[in-house]
């Protein structure tokens, strides 16, 4: 479902939940017909309403480990290596729940990007020990068009001004827009999704139809990235450990009442669920033909709704489980 970022970012703008490379949104509610009369042996789960969504762990590495990673103009790079152990410092503090909270005080409480990257900069300590490393370079970083990368790049370029660098924030496009201008060193760095981007170079380098290069492994996508990008003119930093990937939630009551907390569990314990998710889903393997292959989960009924629905189509008590992002803002507690 996440083989091409670039298809996020045409998308997040609209929804607060936002579809990876699943093609066009579902149809914002109808229902197909049921693809599955439910496990054979395993009691049927309906949904259950509950106040707050719960991801449940993809513990059999079904996704891709799309962590975030920052991709810097290599001739930059090798010119100043200040720019890459700045941005590392953000890696080795961010994880997922961060992320999430990060993600909450924009998409939900309404606070600005900037405003956000420089609480969480003071509040993680991150200012560089050399405050004058950058000194009498000017840098410009790149942001996708959406809220987690703009918020992502401020936190970059107020990291980097701490190391003496003149740094202003630039929100371009799709990866199709800026990776060029990070190429030709229009932007010096831009934040990244390690699976996504390696899958995005690997297609650039051997075809479109080039096997993927990404799996769960973080270590081995960033392995199969780092080559890929260096011929392109790039250089990566220290992958995070916060991910922004396809993920399945159910109700905090649905995961209580029948306890579970992986996919795993899921599959050992229900049959007959419904899925919510978009219309594309029970034809991707990052998504309905990815839990029945991958897990063994059989479903019930499919639902299909507009991205930006699912959550709370789940919430609601109208499906059990729902596609989701691992990030999104209103998974904060």
């Known amino acids: 479902m996440r083989a091409s970022r670039s298809a996020v970012l045409t998308l997040i703008a609209a929804a607060t939940l936002v579809l990876s490379a699943c093609g066009d949104p579902g149809s914002g509610g109808g229902e197909a017909e049921p693809t599955s009369s439910g496990s054979a042996g395993l009691a049927t789960c309906d949904p259950v309403a509950g106040d707050k969504l719960v991801v449940l762990t993809d513990d059999k590495g079904l996704q891709n480990a799309d962590n975030i990673i920052p991709a810097v103009n290599k001739a930059a790079a090798d010119a100043n ?109 831009v934040p990244e999704y390690a699976a996504t981007l390696a899958d995005f170079l690997n297609g650039k380098a051997n075809g479109a139809d080039a096997a993927s290069v990404a799996s769960a492994d973080v270590d081995a996508t960033v392995g199969a990235l780092e080559p890929l990008a260096e011929a392109a003119g790039l250089a990566v930093g220290t992958p995070s450990a916060a991910q922004d990937q396809n993920a399945f939630a159910v109700t905090d009551a649905f995961a209580d009442e029948h306890g579970v907390k992986t996919l795993s569990d899921l599959a050992a314990t229900c049959g007959g669920l419904v899925l919510a998710g978009p219309a594309e889903c029970p034809e991707r393997p990052f998504c309905q033909l990815g839990l029945e292959d991958t897990y063994g989960l059989e479903f019930g009924e499919f639902k299909s709704y507009d991205f930006g629905l699912i959550g709370q189509a789940v919430l609601k008590g109208d499906a059990a489980i729902g596609l989701v992002l691992s990030s999104d803002g209103a998974l904060a507690g």
């Open 81 to 189: 290596p200040a720019i890459i152990d700045a941005l590392d410092t953000v890696s080795a503090a961010l994880d997922t729940d961060k992320l999430i909270q990060l993600n909450k005080a924009v998409d939900v409480d309404r606070r600005t990007s900037s405003e956000v990257a420089a609480e969480f900069v003071e509040t993680e300590k991150l200012a560089a020990a050399d405050p004058a490393a950058g000194s009498g370079t000017s840098l410009t970083v790149g942001a996708a068009n959406f809220s987690e990368s703009s918020t992502l790049a401020e936190i970059y370029a107020a990291v980097l001004r701490t190391a003496g660098f003149d740094v202003t924030v630039q929100t371009v496009g799709n990866r199709e827009t800026y990776l060029p201008a990070l190429q030709d060193g229009t932007l010096a760095a």
